[in-house]
């Protein structure tokens, strides 16, 4: 499966920002999904992830209440709905697919990996 993340740019403080993760080659109607990102100089970090019906989801502390994510399987898409934005995360956000249809925190069990979109949040 090959992943294309798109949506990132430039917004202010208190913006919002809605990224997409479109699937091609493949369905990923059966994948559990996650969003990470990875700041200059960090490592990449688990920001969101989905099951594979869109009932579980899990958020890392940091974004809950302000970021949503979610999937739509008619157009092989996952999003990632950024309300509330802070500078703190300003970050190449990329998402991921895994082999099984739950849901993971950690990046090495993410088989497929998009290219990145980048978000910049100024203050």
């Known amino acids: 499966v090959q992943l294309q993340a798109s949506g990132g740019g430039l917004v202010q403080a208190g913006g919002s920002l809605r990224l997409s993760c479109a699937a091609s080659?493949?369905?990923?109607?059966?994948?559990?999904m996650g969003w990470f990102r990875q700041a200059p100089g960090k490592e990449r970090e688990f920001v969101a992830a989905i099951d594979w019906r869109g009932q579980s989801t899990d958020y890392t502390d940091s974004v809950k209440g302000r970021f949503t994510i979610s999937r739509d399987t008619r157009k092989n898409t996952v999003y990632l709905q950024m309300n509330r934005l802070k500078p703190e995360v300003t970050a190449v956000y990329y998402c991921?697919?895994?082999?099984?249809?739950?849901?993971?925190?950690?990046?090495?069990?993410?088989?497929?990996w998009g290219q990145g979109t980048l978000v910049t949040v100024s203050s």
């Open positions: 991921a697919a895994l082999r099984r249809s739950t849901i993971a925190r950690m990046t090495s069990e993410y088989a497929y």
């Open positions: 080659k493949r369905t990923i109607s059966n994948n559990g």
